[in-house]
């Protein structure tokens, strides 16, 4: 069966940065369009990044720009998320996703398999 691994999360520092790791299985991961959400607290589930299947498109909501980075390698069937001058309002359950087409998908209903997620804490 389909299964997404997240990696990475943890606890830093305002301005810190870390790197989360999806490792997927069961799937042919160069044919799936990979996307990262995440959920505070009390929140929805909200669009990060999204990566296309060559990794030649990327998406990211405004709030991350200039500061994560999205990337893939087909070759150990992984999506990575570069986080870095993180903030405390970038707190969450961070979740990776994947999509059954080529393109770049920023709603959370457009893709078809999950993971289980992974915390970032950031503190002040």
């Known amino acids: 069966q389909v299964q997404l691994v997240e990696s990475g999360g943890g606890l830093v520092q305002t301005g810190g940065s870390l790197r989360l790791s999806c490792a997927a299985s069961g799937l042919a991961f160069s044919t799936y369009a990979m996307g990262w959400f995440r959920q505070a607290p009390g929140k929805g589930r909200e669009f990060v990044a999204t990566?296309?299947?060559?990794?030649?498109?990327?998406i990211y909501t405004d709030s991350v720009k200039g500061r994560f980075t999205i990337s893939r390698d087909n070759a150990k069937n992984t999506v990575y998320l570069q986080m870095n001058s993180l903030k405390p309002e970038d707190t969450a359950v961070y979740y990776c996703?994947?999509?059954?087409?080529?393109?770049?998908?920023?709603?959370?209903?457009?893709?078809?398999?999950w993971g289980q997620g992974t915390q970032v804490t950031v503190s002040s």
């Open positions: 996703a994947a999509r059954r087409r080529d393109g770049t998908f920023v709603i959370r209903y457009d893709y078809h398999y």
């Open positions: 990566i296309s299947w060559s990794g030649g498109n990327t």
